[in-house]
């Protein structure tokens, strides 16, 4: 993976399909990392934190299994599960490093709620990024309905994680 994403790149069509698809998978499956986390019982997530969790989990697994199949059907490498976080942008795609992942798995309880909910909110912030941008350059109705669906669900989950930390 490359230090920047689609938001950087000027291409348009199914190159930027691809691209948004290739960049967006790795997103997901970090976002899906940390909800195995927060699923963990040696964490002691609170009950609300393990909703949202799951919720999240089970949406992104789908949506990952569906960007695969565009990829292949495009000619394109699926995705494998293996997570890099070195290798990517942190600050453009809203993705916690290996230091910031690495506090997540040894919090537990309240500290564990706060920095999962602060990372997410990151996390889902880069995601809408990400939406934004393809909106205007891709060409595949799937990747715009996915994009569609993502600032909308994204952006109500935010809102209900900046309401838990906020109790």
């Keep these: 993976m490359t230090g920047t994403h689609s938001a950087d790149q000027m291409v348009t069509g199914q190159e930027a399909d691809v691209m948004f698809v290739q960049e967006m998978i790795p997103h997901h499956q970090q976002a899906v990392e940390m909800a195995d986390l927060a699923l963990d019982p040696a964490h002691q997530a609170s009950a609300a934190v393990i909703d949202l969790a799951t919720r999240i989990k089970t949406a992104q697994t789908a949506e990952i ?85 993502i600032e909308q669900s994204q952006t109500a989950e935010i809102t209900e994680m900046r309401a838990l930390l906020n109790e």
């Design 65 to 149: 299994v569906d960007m695969n199949a565009w990829l292949v059907e495009w000619g394109a490498d699926p995705i494998d599960g293996q997570m890099d976080h070195g290798n990517m942008d942190h600050d453009a795609m809203g993705m916690m490093s290996s230091a910031d992942m690495a506090a997540l798995a040894a919090a537990k309880g309240a500290a564990f709620d706060r920095l999962w909910l602060d990372g997410m909110i990151m996390h889902h912030e880069g995601a809408l990024t990400m939406a934004s941008h393809i909106a205007t350059r891709g060409d595949d109705a799937r990747v715009q309905q996915l994009s569609d669906a």
